[in-house]
Nanobody
Framework: QLQLVESGGGLVQPGGSLRLSCAAS????????IGWFRQAPGKERDGVSC????????YYSDSVKGRFTISRDNAKNTVYLQMNSLKPEDTAVYYC???????????????????WGQGIQVTVSS
């Protein structure tokens, strides 16, 4: 079964940190660009960050730039999202997604992603 599984979410105080992981099973992430998305209650799902298949190209939304870092370890078949200086407005369900892409492309349109994780809750609150 081909799937992505997120882990590392939870409850954290404002200013704290969390590291999300996105692990693939049933296929290898090499050759796939990975995107992280989030959906807050009552809002649409938005792109947060994405990374090319080799890790050479990354993208961050303005809302997380300078606070979040995306990385990948293809040997471990895992992509990470390090989230620092978390704010209450970062509270959301976070999803990772994979799309087969050329090595230089980090992101794709949401509708083009081939595989999605089930999502994981991140809550930033005191």
């Amino acid at each position: 079964q081909l799937q992505l599984v997120e882990s590392g979410g939870g409850l954290v105080q404002p200013g704290g940190s969390l590291r999300l992981s996105c692990a693939a099973s049933g296929f290898t992430l090499g050759g796939y660009s990975i995107g992280w998305f989030r959906q807050a209650p009552g809002k649409e799902r938005d792109g947060v960050s994405c990374i090319s298949s080799t890790g050479s190209t990354t993208y961050y939304s303005d809302s997380v730039k300078g606070r979040f870092t995306i990385s990948r370890d293809n040997a471990k078949n895992t992509v990470y999202l390090q989230m620092n200086s978390l704010k209450p407005e970062d509270t959301a369900v976070y999803y990772c997604a994979a799309v087969k892409s050329p090595f230089f492309r980090a992101c794709a349109a949401e509708r083009d992603y081939d595989y999605w994780g089930q999502g994981i809750q991140v809550t930033v609150s005191s």
